[in-house]
Antibody, heavy 120, light 107 residues
Framework: EVQLLESGGGLVQPGGSLRLSCAVSGFTFSIYHVSWVRQAPGKGLEWVSAISGSGDNTYYADSVRGRFTISRDNSKNTLYLQMSSLRAEDTAIYYC?????????????WGQGTLVTVSS | EIVMTQSPATVSVSPGERATLSCRASQGVFSNLVWYQQKPGQAPRLLISDVSTRATGIPPRFSGSGSGTEFTLTISSLQSEDFAVYYCQQYTQWPLTFGGGTKVEIK
């Protein structure tokens, strides 16, 4: 059974930093692209960042480029999102999601999400 | 960036009736179009990928169609568990982009 479990969310002050983790199981993690997708309270879905199976290629939304860093540890089956210079508009539930194909496709599995609140 | 536009924002439907949801892309996305369902407090769930391929366990009352820039999700006979928000998304190019969602509510 494929599972993705996010952790690391919480309350952080504007300008602060936070690292999210996503532990996965049930599939060969090192083969698949994985992403972070967020959802602000009462709003729609926004893709944030993606990383290739090897970790060699990373992709970012303009809204987070230069502030967020995606990484992965294939030996630990874990995806990370290092977030810095956080702003109020980064407040959202952050989901990790697996792509359906090794080099692309849709998101076929999602975690339950972790809430990040940026507020003073 | 490919902009995805969904319409209507909200549709009110009686149980047993048909619902038709639209998704338009600002440029062609080939067959790289997916639909997700999201219920309150839950993560999105894959419904239909590659325009028209139902995911495992998705009942046949859900169907997807379209090509190029115009796509449609049809729910042929709404059941109580289908009242939710539906999102389309393109995966043709970076950045991956979602539509704003269509809420299907009980009439």
């Amino acid at each position: 059974e494929v599972q993705l479990l996010e952790s690391g969310g919480g309350l952080v002050q504007p300008g602060g930093s936070l690292r999210l983790s996503c532990a996965v199981s049930g599939f060969t993690f090192s083969i698949y692209h994985v992403s972070w997708v967020r959802q602000a309270p009462g709003k729609g879905l926004e893709w944030v960042s993606a990383i290739s199976g090897s970790g060699d290629n990373t992709y970012y939304a303009d809204s987070v480029r230069g502030r967020f860093t995606i990484s992965r540890d294939n030996s630990k089956n874990t995806l990370y999102l290092q977030m810095s210079s956080l702003r109020a508009e980064d407040t959202a539930i952050y989901y990790c999601a697996k792509r359906s194909r090794a080099n692309g496709g849709c998101f076929d599995y999602w975690g339950q999400g972790t809430l990040v609140t940026v507020s003073s | 960036e490919i902009v995805m536009t969904q319409s209507p924002a909200t549709v009110s439907v009686s149980p047993g009736e048909r619902a038709t949801l639209s998704c338009r892309a600002s440029q062609g996305v080939f067959s790289n179009l997916v639909w997700y369902q999201q219920k309150p407090g839950q993560a999105p769930r894959l419904l239909i990928s590659d325009v028209s391929t139902r995911a495992t366990g998705i009942p046949p009352r859900f169907s997807g169609s379209g090509s190029g820039t115009e796509f449609t999700l049809t729910i042929s006979s709404l059941q109580s568990e289908d009242f939710a928000v539906y999102y389309c998304q393109q995966y043709t190019q970076w950045p991956l982009t979602f539509g704003g969602g269509t809420k299907v509510e009980i009439k």
